[in-house]
Nanobody, 123 residues
């Protein structure tokens, strides 16, 4: 079993900043890509940012230049630094990770999700 534990959501004013954290734990052999998605009620979940184990990053056009994704491979942790927040960034943010886990002597690839954390941008 693997778990993703998120923290750091909350309320921010327009133009403000928030930092999200997500730590993976459990029977982990390797964590490949880690990313952040967000979802507004009634809409599909969308990719915000992704970072691969080698450090390559990709961002949604709507957050480029405002959000920064980073990770610590040794701690299996990913962060999302959000700056210059806008009301349209309001959503539930989900951590996602492509994890290779161990079960005895076997290895399984798992697409894991966190429980989600609410980010609200409002004055």
């Amino acid at each position: 079993q693997v778990q993703l534990m998120e923290s750091g959501g909350g309320l921010a004013q327009p133009g403000g900043s928030l930092r999200l954290s997500c730590a993976a734990s459990g029977s982990i052999f390797r964590v490949n890509a880690m990313g952040w998605y967000r979802q507004i009620p009634g809409k599909e979940r969308e990719l915000v940012a992704i970072i691969y184990s080698g450090g390559l990053t990709k961002y949604a056009d709507s957050v480029k230049g405002r959000f920064t994704i980073s990770r610590d491979n040794a701690k299996n942790t990913v962060w999302l630094q959000m700056s210059s927040l806008k009301p349209e960034d309001t959503a539930v943010y989900y951590c996602n990770a492509d994890i290779v886990r161990t079960v005895g002597s076997d290895y399984y690839s798992t697409d894991s999700w966190g429980q989600g954390t609410q980010v609200t941008v409002s004055s």
